[in-house]
């Protein structure tokens, strides 16, 4: 137990979220708990992980977990351990929680992200089809995540690129989708900035400049392609080729990246399997299994398109996963690691009240607000 990577999980307590300020204490090794000096409170080694108010051994429960994210039916995990298929689904509905909180906390972070494709997949589930719409960065391959929605329209459209916009930098970037009309106006909408002008009221947004949208058609016969059209609906060809070289390499306007990633989730996850009787029952265990996936896939997974020539004295090749690529992490995570990854909380901040702080607020915020 070592108290000086953990942080006071009380949203109450002013030193909540702190790691390494000498705050922690363990208050029980036998009980595996530690004590936070400030608010007094104290909680489990597990608490803020996965394997919180579990019972079963947190070994066996991540090596069911990485079986759930490799594609392993729940029927064959029953069938090998000898648990409740219940408690199997509830484990993989945690796990994927806690994924969610950790991609938003790592990976929902302004990059420059020079090129996101997008896509979405048509899922059938028990009573209807659901879409499935995701965004991947080319030039790390980073999933930036997904959302659900009972229809493809703009509505889909627009909740995807609200979770992009909190990954991108206002930088030149390229975005390329198919055909869908709604993926124009969902890009120009949710890439917007606020003009402070010091006047009351809503301030005008302004879109971004350096916003490049490109769309590749295909068209059909007899379900097979016959043609493609690429067409650049905003910029310049010389910006598209310029960044199409700067993050794949050269070639042409493709989703291809976001389809590969796509064939993956497909492979990964039952409910998403065509021609199958594994349909996904509730639209939340999808996207809760989206995640899992997402997650284990950024932090966990080497890409073979990210590895780099190692020097002459070590490892010809060097792996990388998409978050090591991103920069976002300096190796490889175990599954375990992800699923005790703690996501802090927010600083404390003083309560707003009426006049004048008292002086154990002021003294408080003296100690933790600066």
């Known amino acids: 137990m070592d108290p000086q990577t953990v942080f006071c999980p009380n949203p109450d307590c002013p030193a909540r979220g702190r790691t390494g300020a000498g705050t922690i204490g363990v208050h029980s090794q036998k009980d595996r708990r530690y004590k936070c000096q400030v608010c007094g409170k104290t909680f489990s080694i597990t608490h803020g992980t996965a394997f919180y108010r579990l019972r079963t051994w947190p070994e066996t429960v991540t090596l069911v977990i990485t079986l759930l994210a490799h594609g392993c039916p729940v029927q064959a995990i029953v069938v090998a351990f000898g648990f409740d298929e219940r408690t199997v689904v509830k484990w993989a509905e945690r796990a994927g929680d806690h994924g969610e909180q950790v991609h938003d906390h790592l990976v929902q972070q302004p990059r420059d992200l020079g090129q996101v494709q997008l896509d979405e997949l048509r899922v059938k589930k ?212 992800l699923l005790t990854f703690r996501v802090p909380l927010p600083r404390w901040m003083p309560p707003k009240r009426r006049g004048q702080p008292s002086a154990a607020t002021k003294c408080l915020i003296a100690q933790w607000c600066t």
């Open 126 to 337: 028990q009573g209807g089809i659901v879409w499935l719409a995701m965004a991947l960065q080319v030039s790390t391959r980073l999933w930036l995540g997904g959302v659900l929605g009972e229809q493809r329209d703009l509505g889909l459209i627009v909740r995807l690129m609200r979770k992009v916009r909190l990954c991108a930098l206002n930088r030149l970037i390229l975005f390329c989708a198919d055909g869908f009309a709604a993926y124009v106006r969902a890009i120009r909408q949710a890439l917007r900035e606020p003009v402070r002008t010091g006047r009351p009221g809503r301030p005008q947004l302004r879109p971004w400049e350096q916003v490049v949208i490109a769309q590749v058609v295909k068209r059909y016969a007899r379900r097979r392609v016959v043609g493609v059209i690429r067409r650049v609906v905003q910029g310049t060809t010389a910006q598209v080729d310029d960044l199409l070289q700067r993050t794949q390499g050269g070639g042409l306007i493709n989703t291809a990246y976001l389809e590969r990633l796509n064939a993956t989730f497909r492979a990964r996850l039952g409910g998403l399997v065509r021609r199958t009787r594994a349909l996904a029952r509730q639209a939340p265990t999808l996207y809760r299994g989206m995640y899992l996936m997402g997650t284990v896939y950024n932090f966990c997974t080497y890409h073979k398109s990210l590895r780099l020539r190692g020097a002459a004295s070590g490892p010809k090749w060097l792996r990388r996963t998409p978050a090591m690529a991103a920069g976002i992490t300096d190796h490889c995570w175990t599954v375990e690691e």
